[in-house]
C-alpha cells in the first residue's frame, strides 16, 4: 500500500467549511502518532468565520511561532506564491482586526500602512501604499485595481479616460494603436462608444 503524504491544504475562499473541521482536519494532517503526513502549508484566506482563537489553536498545530521576525512579507503586486512563504495565508490585520492576508509596503514605509487589502489600498503594479500625497498619488486604473503616479506613468493609457490597465489585466486592451503606442480603448469607453472612433477627439 502507497502511504501519500499530504504537505498542504489550500481551501481559500470555502466559505461553508467551519472552524472546527479545518482544525480537525490539520489536527489529522499534523499528528505524527498515527500518520506520515505533515502539514506545512494552509491557505484559508477568505474564511471568514475563523476567529482570532481558531488561528491560534492553528498555529499551535503547526508549531508557528507567529512572532513579527518569523513573518515573511507579502507584497501587494507579488504573485500568489509569495503567498506560500508563510505557513498559513492569513493573520490578524492590524488595522481592522480581521482574518486577512496582510500586505507589506515595498518602500519600508514609516506610515504604518501594514494592512489588508480592505484597510490599505495599494498600487498593483508596484505595491506601495497609496495616501494620495504626491509620492504616492491615486491613479484610477480601468481594472478595480489602483496604480501609483509613477507606474500609471509608463504604462498605456486608454485615448477616452487615460485610465490604465495593470500588467495583469493588459491582455484586456482593445484595440491598440500599435506595439509601441502609448494608446489604447480601455472595455469601459468601448462598450459606452462602441461606434464612435477615438481619435476624432483629437
Ligand atoms: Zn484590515
Ligand atoms: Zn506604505
Ligand atoms: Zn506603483
Ligand atoms: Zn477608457
Ligand atoms: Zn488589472
Known sequence: MKLYIIPQLHIPGCTNLSPAGIIESVKLLTNTNNSNHRLQSLRINGIHSIKKDDLETLENLMMINRTKKERNKIFYHENDAAIDRNSIDVEVCPKCEQMGIVFDCPRGCEYG?????????????????????????????????????KCWLTIPKCCFCSRAYCDEHACRQLHRVSDSSAGFVCGGCRSRNPFENPYMYF
Open 113 to 149: 500602512c501594514r494592512g489588508c487589502e480592505m484597510c490599505t489600498r495599494r498600487c498593483a503594479e508596484c505595491g506601495i501604499c497609496i495616501r494620495g500625497d504626491h509620492d504616492g498619488e491615486l491613479e484610477e486604473a480601468s481594472c478595480a485595481y489602483a496604480l501609483c503616479l
